[in-house]
């Protein structure tokens, strides 16, 4: 029995056995659903009172690349992001495996299958073995807090950085944890060895030799770890591979006791003998896993021609995309699943509006009186909020394709003689990954005109501060943009007339301009 | 004991609020709980939903099988019907708030959507923004919703009562005697409702 019990999200679990773990920083940009562990860790006395690093990062990258550098001074550190946030942090990630870490340094990346607030479902599994980085994977919030405190003393241990992969339905559901005793953070001991830090293609060839050697022995040795685990069953016509929160959902299905033989997952790479117990234990296997079928291909070969047949996403015993949940998998069984009553006809689905007075409404208004008289212009977008002006009454936005692509894809856009060709970016967005893209338009002065939606917060995860907020003009000028085509306006309908004049303007104006439509998030105007 | 319960709503009507007091009610009995939440994208106006999982033995999913739900409390009486295929079709309530949110173009007429409800066999429609409002406590909706369910849930009302005043205590008194207030008269008009039969 637990004396201490917390209840807390995944997420919460993550960040509470990170603090516990003695980590001297987190470092993150937003993004559902991985947000709630650092803001856990800036609400947290303890971490408030040891000064733990938790200031939020422009975006993944330079996240990934402070924590790495605190893990050279020797101290531990954790890095967190949504799993299409590990794309922008891919290459100090995939280069931390060759370089090695000091400190320990573990990276939470959160998946989000079904897409519930993502542009994909990229599975970070793909990514980890990429690098050559262990990954662990838990299935409930007790085996999130268990394994970060572990990962770090792993990844101190193999000096590698370790990934801690989690999905949507773990990270954002509450259950009871039980925590272990705080350990003391590490004391400054930066390292010197430039041989590994000093990737010249001299140390990183030897490096990367190493490292491909360790690989092999480290997947061995991860047999003697508690997360891969086989569990015996009587009924051998059925073996089941449960990673992750799939394993939860087997449970579901059999109240009173599975009788098949079970391999747990919460560990890769998977040392080999499991393979050898699979070709035993039971005639065929069924492969349940959260996100891409990246177990179930490893084991069919990259021929299909598995030692064992195999059932999962590739034949569609299970969908081949899209989350699981205790239905299909109970599906998948040959349970038959109980159903209550049908939704009535007249429900219609209710997606995602702007709130009633977002400044972003206001915004798209004046856009869409100008742009009207273009019909081959084109409006690029971008990923927040403002996005949903994709969807009436606004049907102002052509596209949307990952952070900081409006400016960048409208500058292409132009190259290729579109006209007008406009870009509509958040401010948080645009410290995420606008600047470089506006650095290349102003260094060709392309015929583009960018909107910042400059609402001063990052309203789509929930109002974290926005490293822009009170920067852009002298980012933007700083840049190069001609201060003459630099102008705030104010999204309001009662300047609407006056606001899209403004717009016309820079539209005739074959250069860079920037538009900054600036008014406060009504959701932080209205918690503050 | 096992008790597993969805709580439906519009992003932004703060239906973590209620599943953050029957999670303070559980851990006052010391059962275990599983509480899966909707955070991003939907919470802008969306369609939003908690499943919540009470138990005095280990649980699984955090995620409730279809059929299985005992309650489905809605704040909202259009998403009241959109979770149906989770109620377990035998013993399984529907209590629902009859305030529209309608921020969208095709809402149906809400007198369309209280027919599907009272066909139910085990329902508790009433609405609990006039009533919070009527006590003076307009913000108080939620807590409504959780008096107007909490015949149907498994704790005394006392256990509720004392998470409401531990939840509101940072707020003062008055604010958790306006809370208890608006618990008590929602819960006594549920209690009062006679049981409806299947038509
Ligand atoms: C690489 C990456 N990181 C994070 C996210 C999550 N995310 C989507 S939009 C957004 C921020 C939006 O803020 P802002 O640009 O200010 O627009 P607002 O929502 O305030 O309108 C974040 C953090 C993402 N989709 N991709």
Redesign the pocket.
Known sequence: MCTQSLLLLGDEAVARAALDAGISGVYA????PSTEITEYIQQDPDAIARNVHRQWCA??KTAMEEALGMSYAGKRALVC??H??L??AADPFVNSAITGVGGGLVVAVADDPSMHS??NEQDSRFYARFAYIPLLEPSTQQEAYEMVRAAFDYSEQLRLPIVVRLVTRLAHSRADVCPTPPRPENPLAPASEPSRWVLLPVHARKNWDVLTRRWPEITAASQSLPWNRFFPGPDRRLGIVAAGIAFNYLHECFPVGIPFPILKIGHYPISPTFLDTMKTAADKWLCLEEGAPFLEEQLRGPFSTPLFPIRGRLDRTLPRTGELNPDLVAKALGLNPREGPPVPRLVPPRPPSLCRRCP?ADTYDFIRDVMDNYPHGRIFS?????TLGALPPHNAIHTCV??GAAITMAKGAADAGLYPSLAV??????A?SGLTGLLDAVAENSPITILI?D?E?????GGQD?LARGRIESIVTGLGVAPDHVAVVTPLPRFRQENAQRLRAEIAYRGVSVLIARRP?IQIRKSS | MHYDMIIAGVGGQGILSISALIGRAALTRGWHLKQSEVHGMAQRGGAVQSHLRLSDRPIHSDLIPRGRALLILATEPLEALRYLPWLDPEKGWLVANEEPVRNMAAYPDPTTLYAAIRAFPRYFLFNADTLARQLQAPRAANVAMLGAASPRLPFEPETLEAAIAAQFARKGDSVVQSNLAVFRAARKEALRTPISLAP
């Open positions: 940009y937003p993004g559902t975006n993944e992001m949504k299409v946030g794309n922008v993502s542009q972003h971008d990923i927040g909020c403002y990952d952070m970016i958040g401010d948080s967005t645009f995420h939606l609402n917060t990052t309203g789509m995860t926005s998030c």
